[in-house]
């Protein structure tokens, strides 16, 4: 999902640094409101930890793999769709200048793709489900495999404006693709979520725990 | 990815002239690589831009001393990451162009197109050059030195904390990531393998993942109260002491901004010939 430099023009990838910008803002102000300034090192330690977690294989089928974007995990664990965008935004720099996974002109659209798309669907189609279903663990795998489908959809909409890639072909084989790995995605963020419950509850929400387990 | 982390430090750890070179220079020469490199046209005489750009990053890598297979092996560890999208556009027909000449017919009605054909090249050549400046600039400068190289730059002190924090962790995370694999191998877990059940396999990367997770947010914790225990407030910043550009760094910085914008403007000039040829022929 990561899109490489050159894969979209200068002008529009400028839009999207823009756009992007103005969300990594959103979210530096959300980690000194919310979070308190004096907790962002725990932030910082826990992109590292989301890097380390997206290096797992994950066996999709059919021979093919994928890995966890994390981004739906981070924001409802931490809960603000924020958590997303700030830990997501430090991992895509490190990915794009150190590995070459994105790229530098492209990392505003790869922000918006994975860390604002990723992070709001996630976080508020999990508190949409989970105030519907009265369950923690479903809407948490729903909320990241709709997190991890329309980034990739969007991933393709963004290389269609680009010129870059046809709109249909892109988002059969864009949607199809994520729409497996998101399954993965969503089964591993509901497993993970659940053993973050059952060992550590006050970490959830930064201590507010989920849905029912004030009572 | 995490994996290559060591590798790629070890090589940045070097000490020739380009590795001991001030870590703006070659942040503003790779920035200034890839941009040129993106803004230029898709047209096929973005060869010309491309190798010469690749002739500069070239020669700066023969003078890191770094070999040519470390080189080819990072650049085939990134190439996946856009050699799909680039292979499939030559199947279809690209939006740039308004005709389209099969050069290739191939059963279920699918066509390789001639025009499809040179806009992949274009992008190939536009993401080699860009990721071959990511290469040089990774393989050639530690983190914490591109880290202190963007501070000196003028990024936001907040960020240069959290990301130098997060550098930093990425070794200890990658250590763990590289114990949890070792623990699967000895007890031989493959998540790819077919005759272990579908669910244990995701039950257990699920709890692998999560207990990764646990891990750093109380690593994270940890590292919290020690900075506090050492007087870290929210007033806190890292220290990245000022450092003047030597002499002929600045020159061959400024050389290189040069090389950089001339290669790449010289090309578009005479791709556009109307707009040159008029200038040339009034000054003749």
Same mark, same amino acid.
């Given at each position: 999902m990561h899109i490489p430099d050159a894969f979209i023009p200068l002008p529009q990838a400028a839009i999207y640094w823009i756009i992007a910008l103005i969300f990594v803002i959103l979210a530096l102000r959300w980690a000194r =409101?919310?979070?308190?300034?004096?907790?962002i090192p725990l932030i910082a330690v826990l992109a590292a930890g989301i890097f380390a977690i997206q290096a797992f294989n994950l066996p999709v089928g059919m021979g093919t793999s994928g890995h966890l974007v994390g981004g739906a995990l981070a924001a409802i664990v931490l809960g603000s769709p924020f958590a997303a965008v700030f830990i997501l935004t430090i991992v895509l720099i490190i990915q794009g200048v150190v590995?070459?996974?994105?790229g530098i002109t492209t990392m505003g659209a790869n922000i918006i793709n994975m860390g604002v798309i990723g992070g709001f669907v996630g976080y508020y189609s999990y508190h949409g489900i989970k105030s519907a279903i009265? =369950?923690?663990?479903i809407p948490a795998a729903i909320a990241a495999w709709l997190a991890c489908f329309i980034s990739a959809i969007a991933c393709a909409i963004e290389m269609f404006i680009a010129g870059t890639f046809p709109l249909v072909p892109g988002i059969i084989a864009m949607g199809t693709y994520h729409a497996a790995i998101g399954i993965i995605e969503g089964v591993i963020t509901a497993g993970a979520i659940y053993l973050i419950y059952t060992t550590?509850?006050?970490?959830?929400e930064l201590g507010k725990g989920p849905a029912g387990s004030e009572a | 990815m995490i994996e290559e982390l060591q590798n790629i430090e070890r090589q940045a750890m070097g000490n020739s002239r380009v590795h001991r070179l001030d870590a703006r220079t070659k942040i503003i020469l790779a920035f200034a690589a890839i941009i040129a490199m993106v803004a $230029? %046209? $898709? *047209? %096929? &005489?973005?060869i010309v831009p491309g190798v010469l750009l690749f002739a500069f990053f070239t020669v700066i890598w023969a003078f890191s001393g770094l070999s040519a297979v470390t080189y080819l092996k990072r650049l085939i560890l990134i190439l996946p990451f856009g050699i799909f999208i680039i292979i499939f556009q030559i199947f279809f027909e690209n939006s740039r162009y308004d005709t389209f000449t099969p050069i290739l017919n191939l059963p279920l009605g699918i066509h390789v197109y001639a025009e499809s054909v040179e806009f992949a090249t274009i992008l190939l050549i536009k993401f080699i050059v860009c990721i071959s400046f990511i290469i040089l600039l990774s393989s050639t400068t530690t983190m914490q030195d591109m880290l202190a190289g963007a501070r000196r730059l003028g990024m936001p002190s907040e960020f240069v904390l959290v990301i130098g924090l997060m550098i930093r962790y990425l070794f200890v995370f990658a250590e763990i990531y590289g114990k949890v694999i070792t623990v699967f191998e000895i007890r031989f877990?493959?998540?790819? &393998?077919?005759?272990? %059940?579908y669910r244990y396999r995701l039950k257990t990367l699920a709890y692998a993942i999560g207990s990764l997770f646990i891990r750093s947010y109380e690593q994270g914790e940890r590292t919290y109260v020690s900075m506090l225990c050492r007087? $870290? *407030?929210?007033?806190s910043f890292l220290r990245v002491e000022k450092k003047k550009i030597h002499a002929k760094e600045l020159c061959f910085l400024i050389f290189g901004v040069i090389f950089i914008v001339a290669g790449v403007l010289l090309p578009y000039m005479v791709y556009y010939r109307g707009l040159v040829l008029p200038v040339l022929s009034s000054l003749i």
């Open positions: =409101n919310e979070l308190s300034e004096e907790k590995f070459g996974d994105g009265k =369950n923690d663990f550590r509850p006050d970490l959830m | $230029y %046209p $898709y *047209s %096929p &005489d973005v877990f493959n998540a790819f &393998d077919r005759n272990l %059940p007087g $870290y *407030s929210k007033d």
